[in-house]
T-cell receptor, first 104, second 115 residues
Framework: RKEVEQDPGPFNVPEGATVAFNCTYSNSASQSFFWYRQDCRKEPKLLMSVYSSGNEDGRFTAQLNRASQYISLLIRDSKLSDSATYLC?????FGAGTRLTVKP | NAGVTQTPKFQVLKTGQSMTLQCAQDMNHEYMSWYRQDPGMGLRLIHYSVGAGITDQGEVPNGYNVSRSTTEDFPLRLLSAAPSQTSVYFC??????????????FGPGTRLTVL
């Protein structure tokens, strides 16, 4: 079983939609959590860190639930430019990534 | 800062050949790692290092060797390439300073094909 499990999708949504991604992690000792964005044939880049108190960056909101060992990413008002693969990470372990396509 | 650099960008090998993928970072990061990315499998950790002279195995270390003689460089060696090692390889680095965010910075990747 992978340390970080993520729904691979794909998610196909219209512009303006709200979409949510979830990941679960198995190592209860994991300390730091992140969401990365990866565009086609490019390297992953940090989207945002995830804190227990939850954090928001514009249209993006990340949450961490330590009791249930999952992290989530909410994207509001989706844009065409949000189309990418989103990877969750717990410490140095990554989920498989969720492919998002936002359509006009 | 160049960040994390990787060479080569593309490589084609024949089964049984050996080669070294190069990785360097100029951010004075203690932690460096190698991942491979295959369709549907996400990023899988091959080897990692928490500082010069220290390396350890990740999830999928078989067939790969690493060394960390300096803080900046972390080469990955394929000893005898196999078709199963066809993949995209990413090197990454981060700080272990608990006062700083330890997000990982990735290199641009090496696309390896083993025939």
């Amino acid at each position: 079983r992978k340390e970080v499990e993520q729904d691979p999708g794909p998610f196909n949504v219209p512009e303006g939609a709200t979409v949510a991604f979830n990941c679960t992690y198995s190592n209860s000792a994991s300390q730091s959590f992140f969401w990365y964005r990866q565009d086609c044939r490019k390297e992953p880049k940090l989207l945002m860190s995830v804190y227990s108190s939850g954090n928001e960056d514009g249209r993006f909101t990340a949450q961490l639930n330590r009791a249930s060992q999952y992290i989530s990413l909410l994207i509001r008002d989706s844009k065409l430019s949000d189309s990418a693969t989103y990877l969750c990470a717990g410490d140095m372990r990554f989920g498989a990534g969720t492919r998002l396509t936002v359509k006009p | 800062n160049a960040g994390v650099t990787q060479t080569p960008k593309f490589q084609v090998l024949k089964t049984g050949q050996s080669m070294t993928l190069q990785c360097a970072q100029d951010m004075n990061h203690e932690y460096m790692s190698w991942y491979r990315q295959d369709p549907g499998m996400g990023l899988r950790l091959i080897h990692y290092s928490v500082g010069a002279g220290i390396t350890d195995q990740g999830e999928v270390p078989n067939g790969y060797n690493v060394s960390r003689s300096t803080t900046e460089d972390f080469p990955l060696r394929l000893l005898s390439a196999a078709p199963s090692q066809t993949s995209v390889y990413f090197c990454a680095s981060t700080t272990l300073d608990p006062r700083r965010n330890n997000e990982q910075f990735f290199g641009p990747g090496t696309r390896l094909t083993v025939l």
